[in-house]
């Protein structure tokens, strides 16, 4: 058997790594291409995405929702229009760096972004959606999971996240991990001692959300 990088296995293993390009964008517009193909041989998937990730599910959703059975997004890339929580909005479209199917259709060069003071002085203020807001049609009836860890970095702005979506006219569930009775897991939580714990929660969720 051939070992080393000729091996079949490496090359399965190597085939399946998406390593981080320079450009966000161009790393979209990739896993949105052959998921399409992947999609056509596999039939309706659950996507579940992590961090960087977290564009691929809302792309893949907006462009193929007949193919998507349900999204878990753990603590996605965010916030919204923002590359961390700053007083300059990217220029983007919220939750993509890739034009979604947003009703009534953007105009060109409309700026979405508006700043929102959160009210609740434990978590960050960010960018939202300004009103009256956007709809994502294509995402509103795919379950939605939106998990946050209790000591992540995220834990202060995810709720962002989940406020853009709801602007968006879409349902989803936005679950913090603490208020489950799972404490002090980080950013990666499927590392972590307690990743058995946070991967019962998520087949719970998909048993009682997704046929």
Partial sequence: MEKGKDSPVFKQFASAQVEYLPSNKHSQELVQAVAKELLEKTGPAILLTH?????????IADAYPDQVKG??????????????????????????ELPLHFQPPLQPHENLASWWDCPDKTLKSGWIMKEPAHKLPRLCGIPILLLVSEASYHAAYDHLTSHFLTQ?????????LE?????????????????????????????????
């Fill in 179 to 211: 208020d489950k009775g799972i404490h002090g897991n980080g950013h990666m939580m499927m590392l972590e001692k307690n990743n058995l714990e946070i991967a019962d929660l998520i087949h719970q969720w998909i048993l009682h959300h997704i046929k």
């Fill in 71 to 96: 999204i878990i997004a753990a603590e996605p890339s965010g916030p919204p229009f923002s590359n961390g929580v700053s007083q300059d909005a990217v220029a983007n479209y919220g939750i993509s």
């Fill in 51 to 59: 961090s960087q990730a977290g564009p691929f599910g809302w792309n």
């Fill in 168 to 176: 968006a006219g879409v349902p989803h569930d936005f679950i913090r």
